[in-house]
């Protein structure tokens, strides 16, 4: 219940970030908020939780969504 919840709050500040950005950093939000999405919706079909593509490159791709909410908010 936990993991859902925390995958919620990052795929929240990621539409978010994707919302407010403007231009290239728009595309790479959404390129950043497509990709967990399709690496979920495989994992509902095909692999494990305890696979690479999730236990590794999931993680990566939500810490770059958190990065792009976070520098959205501290520049100015």
């Given at each position: 219940?936990?993991?859902?919840?925390?995958?919620?709050?990052?795929?929240?500040?990621?539409?978010?970030?994707?919302?407010?950005?403007?231009?290239?950093?728009?595309?790479?939000?959404?390129?950043?908020?497509?990709?967990?999405?399709?690496?979920?919706?495989?994992?509902?079909?095909s692999?494990?939780?305890?696979?690479?593509?999730?236990?590794?490159?999931?993680?990566?791709l939500l810490?770059?969504?958190?990065?792009?909410?976070?520098?959205?908010?501290?520049?100015?």
């Amino acid at each position: 219940m936990s993991l859902l919840a925390w995958l919620g709050l990052m795929l929240r500040r990621g539409v978010r970030a994707w919302r407010s950005a403007d231009g290239l950093a728009q595309q790479h939000a959404g390129l950043f908020l497509a990709a967990p999405m399709a690496i979920l919706t495989s994992g509902l079909f095909s692999f494990s939780y305890r696979s690479k593509p999730f236990s590794i490159y999931l993680f990566i791709l939500l810490a770059a969504l958190a990065f792009l909410d976070q520098s959205r908010r501290t520049l100015p």
